[in-house]
């Protein structure tokens, strides 16, 4: 497609990263929060894996996109 529908590529990305984040904390028996902020379900996965703070700076980008 041209031009290229960047935002709501990213717009996906976010609901997909957002998905997996949950999910993991659900997997781990935490209720993930009502929220659609990628940075603090990020830092709560990092309570059990500190790998998440790797993609920290990425969900802090991606955030803006969820909305």
């Known amino acids: 497609m041209r031009p290229?529908?960047?935002e709501i590529i990213c717009y996906h990305c976010e609901q997909?990263?957002?998905?997996?984040?949950k999910g993991y904390l659900?997997?781990?028996?935490?209720?993930p929060s009502r929220t659609?902020?990628?940075?603090?379900?990020?830092?709560?996965c990092t309570d059990f894996d500190k790998i998440f703070d790797e993609i920290s700076q990425s969900c802090v980008r991606l955030t803006a996109y969820g909305v």
């Open 26 to 31: 659900i997997q781990h028996d935490i209720e």
């Open 36 to 44: 659609h902020d990628l940075r603090l379900l990020c830092k709560r």
């Open 16 to 21: 997909a990263a957002e998905k997996i984040l």
């Open 4 to 6: 290229v529908p960047l």
